[in-house]
């Protein structure tokens, strides 16, 4: 009896032990559509700072209900934006050396607005991220601490492929985020089920409803071949370049055969996959 009760004992202070080095992953960003208080340790110094969101209304000559949103700290503002939108997320991220950021994204017509990461030192809130001048994609979908990294789970209107689904990591160093990688692993896209409606989905077969060129590197500068019609394909990385205004992309396919890379530019806005879904 004794010896089972030594095991139990053991086995479970093994798991507590194995669950505290397992880096802890921040809550989803919070939406608000009005005034919003908190009360938050921005800095890591122990103490809660008041943080107080002041969206303000517009007055019916725009298409969004509001035109500013100015951001307090312990009552002084520190930050206001001019845009236009209909709610605002935020969210409060902390890695495991202690560092803590705001995540800020006042969202639009079409869920537009610009994404950043602000960090509160020496009683100023200064910008240490734009999400916009990255080369990724247009929406976030959650952004989460990831041991004393970010992860990013990002989406986007692809070439050939329609609504898509990426993650991106981000690495902290000399006062700034750095995206790890430009290739990215491709975590679903959306195709249309029976019903004509589209629905997310993770790596599925796709059916190529039109031929394309395909390439050896990610590049997209050594064609080795052609694509048929008919032939069955995953789509598992995205490799992007510029941001989504005015960048380009590559696509890794395999199946059928084939292994390699598509690209933006010979595509651009067509659906090369049977019930792929470009809906935003």
């Known amino acids: 009896m004794k010896q089972k009760t030594r095991i139990t004992l ?7 032990i194995t669950f505290s080095l397992i880096p802890k992953q921040s809550a989803q960003a919070k939406t608000a559509d009005k005034a919003k208080t908190i009360h938050v340790d921005l800095n890591g110094d122990g103490k809660k700072e008041t943080l107080f969101f002041k969206p303000t209304a517009s007055k019916g000559d725009t298409e969004a209900d509001f035109v500013k949103l100015s951001i307090f700290i312990n009552g002084k503002r520190k930050i206001t934006f001019k845009e ?3 709610s605002y997320e935020y969210h409060i991220i902390t890695l495991k ?9 006042p969202q639009g017509l079409n869920s537009d607005g610009f ?10 809130l200064k910008r240490v991220y734009n999400f916009d001048n990255a080369p990724l994609g247009r929406w976030i979908d959650s952004i989460k601490a990831n041991g004393n990294e970010l992860r990013v789970i990002m989406r986007d209107n692809g070439s050939g492929i329609g609504l898509f ?3 991106a990591y981000y690495t902290y160093k000399n006062g700034a985020f750095h995206l790890k990688s430009n290739t990215l692993k491709v975590t679903k896209y959306y195709i249309m089920n029976p019903n004509g409606q589209s629905q997310k989905t993770g790596i599925k077969e796709l059916t190529v409803s039109k031929k394309f060129k395909l390439y050896s590197d990610k590049t997209a500068k050594n064609q080795i071949g052609t694509v048929p019609v008919g032939t069955k394909l995953k789509l598992t990385k995205v490799y992007m370049t510029g941001t989504y205004k005015n960048g380009y992309s590559t696509y890794y396919v395999t199946g059928g055969g084939y292994h390699g890379w598509y690209s933006s530019k010979d595509v651009e806005w067509e659906m ?8 935003a």
């Open 10 to 16: 053991f086995t479970i202070a093994l798991l507590l």
């Open 84 to 86: 236009d939108f209909f």
């Open 97 to 105: 050396n202690g560092m803590k950021f705001l995540y800020l994204h």
């Open 115 to 124: 994404h950043r990461l602000y960090q509160y030192k020496k009683g100023e």
């Open 165 to 167: 689904h990426f993650r």
């Open 272 to 279: 090369l996959f049977e019930n792929v879904s470009g809906v």
